[in-house]
C-alpha cells in the first residue's frame, strides 16, 4: 500500500464529550464542526483523523485542536506516521477492510 511523504503524519482526535444539557451538545456541535472545517474526517463515531504531510503541519492542527478544546469532557490526540497507519485492521463484522487512503498531494510546477 503506498503511503504520503516520507514525513507525513496521521491525527486522530478521539473524544468523550457531554451532552446532558443544551450547552454541552451545542459545545459538542461546535467542536465536532471545527474538527470536520479542519479536514478531520470522522474514523468512528468520536474519532476524527486527519493526514498532514509532515511533522510541523501536523503539530500546527495539533495546535488549532488544542485551541478549540471545550470545556468538559476527554479528548485525546494521536500523531501517527503513515507507516503505523498502514498496520491498522478494521473490521466490520468479521470482515477485514482495507484502511482509508493517504490523500493525493498536490504539486505545484
Not at 478544546?69 to 491498522?88: H, M, W, Y
Not at 485492521?89 to 498531494?105: A, L
Request: glycine share 6%; no cysteine.
Amino acid at each position: 500500500m503506498a503511503f504520503g511523504g516520507l514525513n507525513s503524519m496521521w491525527i486522530i482526535v478521539l473524544f468523550d464529550l457531554p451532552t446532558d444539557t443544551p450547552e454541552a451538545r451545542r459545545q459538542y456541535t461546535q467542536f465536532r464542526g471545527f474538527l470536520l472545517d479542519d479536514g478531520f474526517t470522522m474514523m468512528q463515531y468520536s474519532v476524527y483523523m486527519r493526514h498532514s504531510s509532515s511533522n510541523e503541519n501536523a503539530t500546527v492542527h495539533i495546535k488549532r485542536v488544542k485551541a478549540k478544546l471545550p470545556a468538559d469532557g476527554e479528548v485525546r490526540i494521536i500523531k501517527i506516521t503513515d507507516k503505523q497507519f498502514g498496520r491498522i485492521e478494521v473490521f466490520y463484522g468479521k470482515k477485514r477492510r482495507p484502511i482509508e487512503k493517504t490523500p493525493e498531494q498536490i504539486s505545484l510546477f
